[in-house]
């Protein structure tokens, strides 16, 4: 007990008489630091009788609150102290010139999807969204896509360990932005325009041009008396506007579980004007998406008389379109959130 009233009452004193944190912390890892002064006197609790070892063990934790305490009123005195002297020692110049921020640009994506949005909606259509957790009733089989169907190995899916419902199936992450269109339709019947713009995800084994996650953009017009005609003219139309520059459009076929007739969509070579070039492969073409008019099946998953209405999607991959646009190499790029990268748009 004189061990812990001697160790209290000069670590008191001593503390009056400090005027510097460093000291201030030398002094408190001497006295009650892990290995301190208050930390010998307490192993010394056990060769202490059993009945003085309560009353010891008690005065001892008293003592450590007592110079916690204290070292903590010290130290706040001695930091005002010094944030006092540093005040007063400062000047500031407030006409000098401020540093100027770092201040980023609009990611690629972003700029190419507000663009697609701004010309699609200029002709009439509307912009949607929906979530990207879907069901696999909504991302395949209301898309003319059932479970058994071979198509359903075309796109390699993440899957999550939940079932919406009994009639939903189970939980994805969305492999397109199709589901949508169902959605759309359900929701607002016919007739209806719409574009949606998203992020999908795929069981992709990652390159320079692959990626687990990446944006497309889907396109869905219905309405009566509606032809591929019709597509043709609003995708001159839109390439023409995003690249600013004439643009030729031209179908081939090609096969979509969710569109009958299926079509491969090619515009025609924007460096060689259609003449041949490298980046096209010497055809004069570049291949961009894949569109046809809705399958009736589909119509009807969206509540849509097909006998009465017709329509046409497509998709096309945005970044792929914004690889194209800026001349990235590597999709990997537009994720990875380097400023080196971003600062070139």
């Known amino acids: 007990m004189d061990k ?3 160790l209290l009452d000069s670590t008191l004193s001593a503390l009056k008489k400090l005027t510097t944190l460093t000291t201030l912390s030398d002094l408190e890892t001497k006295t009650i630091g892990r290995k301190g002064e208050l930390t010998e006197i307490l192993k010394t609790l056990k060769d202490l009788p059993e009945d003085q070892r309560k009353e010891f063990g008690q005065a001892a934790n008293e003592t450590k609150k007592t110079l916690e305490t204290a070292f903590a ?4 005195e001695l930091e005002t102290i010094e944030m006092n002297k540093k005040l007063e020692t400062e000047t500031c110049d407030i006409t000098e010139p401020g540093i100027k921020p770092k201040v980023g640009s609009v990611h690629p994506l972003s700029k190419v999807q507000w663009e697609v949005e701004n010309i699609f909606s200029q ?3 509307s912009i949607m969204d929906g979530p990207e957790i879907e ?10 896509i059932p479970s058994y169907h071979p198509a359903r190995d075309m796109q390699d899916t993440f899957f999550i360990d939940k079932q919406a419902d009994e009639k939903h199936g189970r939980l994805v992450l969305r492999t397109h932005t199709s589901p949508v269109q169902v959605r759309t339709m359900q929701k607002y019947g016919a007739p209806l325009r719409i574009i949606v713009p998203g992020r999908v995800f795929r069981y992709e084994a990652t390159d320079a041009s692959h990626d687990t996650t990446f944006d497309q953009v889907e396109g869905l017009l219905v309405d009566k008396n509606i032809s591929l005609a019709h597509l043709k003219g609003v995708l001159e139309e839109f390439l023409t506007r995003l690249f600013g520059k004439k643009v030729t459009v031209r179908f081939r076929p090609g096969y979509f579980p969710f569109v009958e007739p ?9 460096l060689c004007e259609g003449k041949g070039c490298r980046v096209c492969k010497h ?10 008019m809705v399958h009736e099946n589909v119509l009807k998953a969206g509540g849509i008389d097909p006998s009465v209405y017709q329509g046409w999607a497509f998709g096309f991959g945005l970044t792929r379109l914004v690889m194209m646009r800026y001349g990235i190499d ?3 790029l537009l994720k990875s959130s380097d400023p080196r990268f971003l600062q070139q748009f």
């Open 123 to 125: 002709m009439g259509f």
């Open 330 to 332: 590597d999709i990997r």
């Open 135 to 144: 069901s696999e009733y909504y991302n395949f089989e209301g898309l003319n």
């Open 4 to 6: 812990l009233n001697i």
């Open 262 to 270: 299926g079509l491969e969509v090619d515009f025609s070579c924007l």
């Open 283 to 292: 055809s004069g073409w570049l291949e961009f998406m894949g569109a046809g």
């Open 73 to 76: 009123e010290k130290r706040s």
